[in-house]
């Protein structure tokens, strides 16, 4: 199954529309998803593995694929 992380940031002003980007995916398709926010030790911890260096990011099977808020047909290409 697809494993997909949003990093993203509570400060963030277009981490929301990411957010609702990747619920409106999860409620067509079956993936695993998850939220993490950059600012805590398991969004640093991310940030450092990947050089993030901007939210949102977003990870998926382990590769940093979007930076920013990806077009909608493209993220459903990863979990369709």
């Known amino acids: 199954m697809v494993k997909v992380t949003l990093v993203h940031a509570k400060w963030c002003n277009v981490c929301p529309t990411a957010i ?12 695993e998803y998850e939220e993490v ?29 979007f930076i920013g808020v990806p077009k909608k047909l493209k993220a459903a290409s990863f979990v369709s």
Do not use: M, R
């Open 20 to 31: 609702k980007l990747w619920h409106d995916l999860k409620s067509k398709y079956d993936f």
């Open 37 to 65: 926010d950059v600012d805590l030790p398991e969004g640093q911890a991310l940030a450092a593995k990947y050089s993030i260096h901007g939210v949102p990011t977003t990870i998926i099977d382990g590769k940093v694929e």
